[in-house]
Nanobody, 122 residues
Framework: QMQLVESGGGLVQSGGSLRLSCAASGSIFTLYAMGWYRQAVGKERELVASITSGPTTNYADSVKGRFTISVDNAKKVVYLQMNNLRPEDTATYYC????????????????WGRGTQVTVSP
């Protein structure tokens, strides 16, 4: 199990940028796939971006070209750089760690942070 703490959320105008951070502790960081999820009010939680060793990254179609996920293995921190933000990006953003592969992200055995709120005003 990993312990995850997100930070960096806030209120931003449409077209602005934010960088989210997820600090990890408690296990061997490089053995995990990491992902950023988001959940808007009244909607299901969705995977926004993921990164595995390599690194290999994947993005939801809705954020491709605007969001970038990266990792600093030495610091055990995962980042989500969000540019050209839109009101529909408003959500609580969660960091997730899945052991071994992307397939483990969001699974019962994966680890979650408590989330950080991102609000984008029109």
């Amino acid at each position: 199990q990993m312990q995850l703490v997100e930070s960096g959320g806030g209120l931003v105008q449409s077209g602005g940028s934010l960088r989210l951070s997820c600090a990890a502790s408690g296990s061997i960081f490089t053995l995990y796939a990491m992902g950023w999820y988001r959940q808007a009010v009244g909607k299901e939680r969705e995977l926004v971006a993921s990164i595995t060793s390599g690194p290999t990254t994947n993005y939801a179609d809705s954020v491709k070209g605007r969001f970038t996920i990266s990792v600093d293995n030495a610091k055990k921190v995962v980042y989500l750089q969000m540019n050209n933000l839109r009101p529909e990006d408003t959500a609580t953003y969660y960091c997730n760690a899945g052991f071994g592969s992307v397939a483990a992200l969001g699974s019962v055995g994966s680890s979650w942070g408590r989330g950080t709120q991102v609000t984008v005003s029109p």
